[in-house]
């Protein structure tokens, strides 16, 4: 098992930045992909971004892309999600999850997932 903490969230104005943070123990966590995502209020969860196991190929969500950079530091164990030109859509609760073997996009297909932390953007 691997366990995820998530940090960096916080409230910023429109056109500022944050990154997250996906903090992992346990298992190697080399050995999992891992995804972003996040939940806003009366909706859905959805999928922001992923990261391969060696930080090779990456994947974004359409209304990310451009903004958000997803990476990965092995040393630490962690899993980072810059977040540049924020808009107040972007306002939800982030999400860390990971799963062994290839990347996904859907939720459901991660075993593993954080707390979350809140990120809100004001206009």
């Known amino acids: 098992q691997v366990q995820l903490v998530e940090s960096g969230g916080g409230l910023v104005q429109a056109g500022g930045s944050l990154r997250l943070s996906c903090a992992a123990s346990?298992?190697?966590?080399?050995?999992?992909?891992v995804g972003w995502f996040r939940q806003a209020p009366g909706k859905e969860r959805e999928f922001v971004s992923t990261?391969?196991?060696?930080?090779?190929?990456?994947s974004y969500a359409d209304s990310v892309k451009g903004r958000f950079t997803i990476s990965r530091d092995s040393a630490k164990n962690t899993v980072y999600l810059q977040m540049n030109s924020l808009k107040p859509e972007d306002t939800a609760v982030y999400y860390c999850?990971?799963?062994?073997?290839?990347?996904?996009?859907?939720?459901?297909?991660?075993?593993?997932w954080g707390q979350g932390t809140q990120v809100t953007v004001s206009s």
């Open positions: 999850a990971a799963r062994q073997g290839l990347i996904r996009y859907r939720a459901s297909e991660f075993d593993y």
């Open positions: 346990g298992q190697t966590f080399s050995n999992y992909a």
């Open positions: 990261i391969s196991r060696g930080g090779g190929s990456t």
